[in-house]
């Protein structure tokens, strides 16, 4: 079975510090990752995507890829209490020759003023 | 402005009856998709499409349908709703074939009693 996971939380870390959210996937060929935001009650807003391995930085977000240990995190700078929400990982995998996107479980994320 | 809108947001049905949940969206999409996301299982895929005439199957697609007889609409229908149909229902579009970078509706909170 083609999984998504993400340790549920809730994580709470203080104004100001930095927020890890990791993700891992059982896809080797997997090509296309995405980080969701869900606040309370919305529907999931995309924040960033990623397709090589290594970093890539959008103002105080910054996505990690890892293809060789099938590994990919979020890391948000300078946290604000706006950043509370839950972050969904999201996963391109090919199911019965389809390619289709599964998703995490999300972690909930709590920014402690 | 171009949105994806999903009607209506809230419902309340009884056991074995029919019912059609809507989705549209004007960014003229060929790709749409339907999720329903539940505590514990996260965003599951209903059905998907990536084009007119065109649709699939997805993970827990038993009990739903759907049809795709323009660009902007993807009704959802529940044949015979049941209990375990209770849940939150997500439609999402994308533009790209592969179906990356998904936007998500509102959302449409069905209870089926």
């Known amino acids: 079975q083609k999984e998504v996971e993400q340790n549920s939380g809730p994580l709470s870390v203080p104004e100001g510090a930095i927020a890890s959210l990791n993700c891992t996937y059982s896809d080797r060929g997997s090509q296309s990752f995405f980080w969701y935001r869900q606040y309370s009650g919305k529907s999931p807003e995309l924040i960033m995507f990623?397709?090589?391995?290594g970093d890539k930085e959008d103002g105080r977000f910054t996505a990690q890829l890892n293809k060789a240990s099938q590994y990919v995190s979020l890391l948000i700078r300078d946290s604000q209490p706006s950043d509370s929400a839950t972050y969904l990982c999201?996963?391109?995998?090919?199911?019965?020759?389809?390619?289709?996107?599964?998703f995490g479980q999300g972690t909930r994320l709590t920014i402690n003023p | 402005d171009a949105e994806i809108t999903q009607s209506p947001r809230h419902k309340i049905t009884e056991t074995g009856r029919q019912v059609t949940l809507a989705c549209h969206q004007t960014?003229?999409?060929?790709?749409m998709f339907w999720y329903r996301q539940d505590l514990g299982h996260g965003l599951r895929l209903i059905h998907y499409?990536?084009?007119?005439?065109?649709?699939n199957k997805g993970e827990v697609s038993d009990g739903y349908s759907v049809s795709r007889s323009n660009t902007e609409d993807l009704p959802l229908t529940l044949e015979s709703a049941a209990s375990s149909q209770t849940s939150v229902y997500f439609c999402?579009?994308?533009?790209?074939?592969?179906?990356?970078?998904?936007?998500f509706g509102p959302g449409t909170r069905l209870t089926v009693t």
């Open positions: 499409s990536y084009g007119v005439q065109d649709t």
């Open positions: 999201a996963v391109k995998m090919d199911i019965q020759g389809a390619q289709k996107l599964v």
């Open positions: 960014w003229n999409h060929n790709n």
């Open positions: 999402a579009s994308s533009e790209d074939w592969t179906g990356d970078e998904q936007y």
């Open positions: 990623i397709y090589s391995n």
